[in-house]
């Protein structure tokens, strides 16, 4: 695949860089046409040739509008392709397992969540960054709570239906990425948005009324207008103060009548200046959502939602967002405006009245209906980031979630987020309520990596995403981890007390009867060999009694040994020619070898033959 995401990157590059010398000439040509017009405006006024000035003025306006909107066709389309270009690079990144580029989702981490912290789930060269390619604050949200928040059986396999439907489209994807990359979205002006919209309106109700009256005194100011050009036009030597007076009348009056509407006309800047960035990715996504037919009920479902009274949401949004990009021309008490003729025009024809109007009358049609838009087009987005991982990696399989319980059976699992040159694949099967799997091995052998190797694709699982396997069927279970537990100064919590507060939230999930998958790493590593050795017998004995089953990873063999009931593996290591190497090989049985003395001697550590622990 990375091959194919060159060959497209490349692609596009070609296409952005053909349309730099169109967009060159195209600007040389609307610079010719201002001077053209300018130059014979002046000749024909200096001439008192009257109709050939109107006439060069309407036509040099036409053609600056045509080549400005030619211009802007071609801005888009390059724009686009440096879009495409830049998110097949992403791509590419992607599949070198490359991350550092992409959001971290740090912001979604907390410290209480079930396994986030101990599978990297979140933070520096993660799941998240492998697997998100959504372009609004809202989907992201989502797709983070999705990795999160394990779905239910009927879910996953809408999800896994969708995700198989999507993934070959490969270019609809790319085009639906691109459509909202353009616009920067974050938490905090989507939260102010939505609070907007749903705020009540204040002059609705008297819509009819203030309408009639606006556009009364918009007439008489547009009146007034008119009669004080005619006299400055074609009679200039007669004018004079009274031909002016009407007019000054009106603008008073107007901006006296603006004053009511000051406050909430500032109020919609203040919240929505941010936003328009927001209303403009959503705008684009649902266009782009709605130009494709899909055939999946999950994708069906999503496209309906988006489609209302006969037309796409996108309309809707696009009607929002125009009148918030005109509002943006105006200047509150604290900035300034974008058009300084915004406030000489709307002091003639009461702009504020009759976009508060607008504005409040999109309000009161939609404002039900946005956070359903929002849903619709992050699931959407969601469910692109899956399939996207899913067409950049084909080898891997989606998982059967099986109705029998306490089964977790994989073929060639491996990380996800380790290179597939680097990656070392092995086949695990545990089943039964109660069961216990101990894998015991040498330091850096790869137990810890092979717990996060389970974790991981049970989440990828449960999120309705492929799996890092040939072959996968679990169980719909709940994952906990206890794998890296730090003390906290702030709250001064030592790693030991951290780790049984973590041992302390499993037994209690444990407890309410839902189905658990736990992964300890080197249970009581804080503490001395002696209550570490009896808290670890007590702990899988009590575990093996309830709702629950789990690997557990240790260097102690003792507690590898307590029963014959639990199983045991192994990652093991061999020095040869005090040279360390490893097959991260999962092995039945104990581990045999240990390299600790060796890693320490080779630390500088003058190991002593001949000291043993006191018996």
Not at 9 to 14: D, L, S, T
Not at 204 to 231: E, V
Not at 474 to 498: G, K, P
Request: proline fraction near 3%; hydrophobic fraction near 45%; charge should be neutral.
């Amino acid at each position: 695949m990375e091959e194919t995401f060159k060959e497209k990157a490349r692609q596009y590059k070609v296409i952005a860089e053909s349309l730099v010398p169109q967009l060159n000439s195209l600007s040389l040509a609307r610079l010719g046409v201002f001077l053209a017009t300018g130059i014979l405006i002046l000749f024909f006024a200096a001439n008192g040739w009257v109709i050939p000035v109107v006439g060069t003025a309407v036509a040099g306006a036409v053609l600056f509008m045509v080549i400005l909107r030619r211009y802007d066709e071609l801005s888009g389309a390059k724009r686009k392709a440096e879009l495409l270009k830049q998110i097949n690079e992403d791509e590419i990144l992607r599949a070198q397992h490359q991350l550092a580029s992409f959001p971290t989702g740090d912001a979604f981490l907390h410290r209480d969540q079930d396994y986030a912290a101990d599978l990297d789930i979140f933070g520096h060269h993660s799941l998240f960054q492998l697997l998100n390619r959504t372009t609004t604050e809202s989907a992201a949200r989502m797709l983070a709570h999705w990795l999160t928040s394990p779905a239910d059986r009927q879910t996953i396999s809408e999800r896994q239906a969708a995700v198989r439907e999507l993934a070959p489209l490969a270019d609809w994807r790319q085009a639906f990425q691109a459509a909202g990359m353009p616009f920067e979205t974050t938490k905090s002006s989507y939260n102010l948005l939505l609070k907007w919209i749903e705020e009540p309106p204040q002059f609705l109700p008297a819509r009819q009324r203030l309408k009639t009256t606006s556009i009364a005194l918009a007439a008489a100011a547009s009146l007034a207008l008119l009669y004080f050009l005619f006299y400055f036009l074609f009679h200039l030597q007669e004018l004079s103060f009274m031909h002016l007076l009407p007019l000054g009348i009106s603008v008073a009056v107007n901006s006296v009548y603006l004053r009511k509407f000051r406050p909430v006309a500032e109020h919609i800047i203040q919240s929505t200046q941010a936003n328009i960035g927001i209303l403009g990715a959503y705008q684009s996504l649902i266009g782009v959502a709605w130009a494709e037919s899909f055939t999946g009920k999950k994708l069906r479902e999503i496209r309906a939602a988006l489609f209302e009274n006969g037309k796409s949401a996108a309309s809707d949004i696009g009607a929002l967002k125009k009148n918030l990009e005109i509002f943006q021309q105006k200047g509150t008490r604290n900035t300034i405006g974008k058009n300084a003729f915004y406030g000489m025009l709307n002091n003639l024809w009461l702009l504020d009245v009759h976009l508060i109007l607008r504005t409040e009358g999109w309000k009161s049609r939609n404002s039900v209906r946005i956070r359903p838009w929002i849903a619709a087009i992050s699931e959407l987005e969601a469910l692109a980031s899956l399939a996207g991982f899913a067409h950049a990696n084909p080898g891997y399989q989606y998982p059967e979630i099986t109705t029998e319980p306490y089964l977790i059976d994989f073929r060639s699992v491996g990380h996800p987020l380790l290179n597939h040159y680097r990656r070392v694949t092995n086949d695990f099967t545990m089943s039964g309520r109660g069961a216990t799997t101990m894998i015991t091995g040498s330091n850096m052998a790869g137990k810890s990596t092979f717990l996060r190797t389970i974790g991981i694709n049970l989440v990828l699982a449960f999120v309705g995403a492929p799996c890092c396997a040939s072959h996968a069927r679990v169980s719909l279970l709940r994952v906990f981890t206890s794998m890296r537990t730090q003390d906290n100064l702030e709250e001064s919590v030592s790693s030991f007390y951290a780790e049984l507060r973590r041992i302390e939230r499993l037994l209690e999930l444990v407890g309410q009867g839902e189905p658990i998958f736990f992964l300890l790493d080197e249970m009581f590593k804080g503490t001395n060999s002696q209550d570490r050795f009896r808290g670890g017998v007590s702990l899988i004995r009590q575990l093996s009694e309830l709702d629950a089953f789990g690997i557990i990873s240790t260097h102690d063999l003792d507690l590898a040994r307590l029963a014959t009931d639990i199983r045991n593996f192994s990652f093991n290591s061999t020095i040869e020619d005090g040279q360390i190497s490893f097959n991260y090989r999962l092995t039945p049985g104990i581990c045999t070898d240990f390299n600790a003395s060796e890693l320490m001697r080779r630390s500088g550590i003058r190991i002593l033959p001949d000291v043993l622990p006191a018996s």
